[in-house]
């Protein structure tokens, strides 16, 4: 499950280096009115996610969730193993893939506790999405998976966090798109609020 995620400006400087990267002639995303203030992303938000056009990859600006059924539920996840199977989703999961790239995600054990999941020695991970057209803007949803060794202690779902070599097959290879959404994603740090404040806490009591 992905409920909450963070942004920061290495994160956008990393969006920047990705696009340039790949495309040189791409514009940098500053200069296409990208600019990412270190913050928590809800859902409901305007978020940066990485697009396929046909020069190659951009940076868009989305609002993170779906509008639900009855007009006030709002939809920001998917099940990776059904979502082909979901009319709302099968067609913008086979032609209309994001990456949505995040410092950390956050996410609650049982305990209500947050946990901080994040790529060790690497800025930023990369969550797969999918987005589509409602009224005036687009709008995307995160997909997750069962939860890997490192994720399930705390949540039974994950992001589907992609490695950053997939990402352009991802974004542009339809036939690969079964085989992603079997992805297993590679193991993350934990970071538990609660078991800083309670080292904190000791640190203090000396």
Sequence with gaps: MCGRYYVDDDTAR????????????????????????????????MAPVIAIDNKGLCCRWQRWGF??????????????????EKKTFRESVEHRR???????????NKNKEKNIFCRQGQPVLYM???????????????LTTEANDS????????PLVLERDEIHKWLNEDQLVGTFLQKTPALLDRRAEYEQMNLFSAENSK
């Design 14 to 45: 990393e969006i920047e280096k990705l696009v340039r990267q790949v495309d040189e002639k791409m514009r940098k995303a500053a200069a296409a009115g990208i600019h990412l203030q270190a913050k928590d992303i809800h859902p409901s938000e």
């Design 151 to 158: 994720m399930r202690p705390v949540h039974g779902r994950m």
């Design 128 to 142: 797969a999405g999918f987005y589509n057209r409602y009224q005036d803007e687009d709008r995307f949803v995160i």
């Design 98 to 108: 994001i990456v949505v790239p995040a410092t950390w995600f956050y996410e609650w």
């Design 67 to 84: 509008p639900g059924f009855s007009g006030k539920q709002l939809i920001f996840n998917a099940r990776s193993e059904s979502a082909l």
